[in-house]
């Protein structure tokens, strides 16, 4: 299946043979509020593969994801998404291998031991989740330092000196902050 979809599926809304024109540009109108140019990478960038292995965040929300929705948005550009969605899927296929091992037959019906695993990975996620709030607002401080805070959009997608807020910025620039 994988091939398939190697083969099928459009990189981009353009791309996409399925798509009427105006389903298209709805599409592209979500990229760009969401992370900023109409404009795809188009490829790998090995560099930032490196870079979101190293993230902290990739691997917070990866852990989180066995309980919890992730925010793979969270992340600054193509790559470092896709590679995010990698390492939460590797991440969360341990999920299934664990419940299988901790809730054994001969255990039935109370299955002490698989209940106060669950309930400890999941008090374990809880620090988790606190941990990368506290990690993104932290990163969202050092951004708003940086490049100053982001201003607030208008109803009409600009900011009080008529700027467009409406855009997103890829690759951690000035309008770019983590979702909380």
Same mark, same amino acid.
């Given at each position: 299946m994988a091939a398939v979809a190697y083969f099928f599926l459009p990189v981009s809304p353009d791309k996409a043979q399925f798509l009427t024109e105006e389903e298209a540009l709805v599409a592209k109108?979500? +990229?760009?509020? #969401?992370?900023? /140019?109409?404009? @795809?990478?188009? =490829? $790998?960038?090995?560099?930032?593969? !490196?870079?979101?292995?190293?993230?902290?965040?990739?691997?917070?929300?990866?852990?989180?994801?066995?309980?919890?929705?992730?925010? +793979?948005?969270? #992340?600054?550009? /193509?790559?470092? @998404?896709?590679? =995010? $969605?990698?390492?939460?899927?590797? !991440?969360?296929?341990?999920?299934?291998?664990l419940g299988t091992n901790i809730f054994p037959k001969d255990e039935s019906p109370r299955y002490f031991k698989g209940m106060w695993v669950?309930?400890?990975f999941t008090l374990f996620t809880a620090f988790l989740a606190l941990g990368l709030r506290t990690l993104l607002v932290w990163e969202n401080k050092k951004l708003d330092d940086k490049y100053g805070p982001r201003a607030h959009s208008l109803a009409d997608g600009t900011d009080a000196s008529n700027q467009n807020t409406a855009v997103g910025q890829e690759n951690y620039g000035p309008s770019f902050r983590y979702i909380l």
């Open positions: 109108a979500r +990229a760009v509020r #969401q992370v900023g /140019d109409v404009e @795809r990478v188009g =490829g $790998i960038v090995l560099k930032e593969v !490196v870079a979101t292995l190293a993230d902290p965040k990739a691997w917070f929300t990866a852990r989180v994801w066995l309980t919890d929705a992730p925010l +793979a948005d969270n #992340q600054g550009s /193509d790559t470092r @998404r896709g590679t =995010g $969605i990698a390492i939460l899927n590797i !991440v969360g296929q341990c999920g299934p291998l669950s309930a400890a």
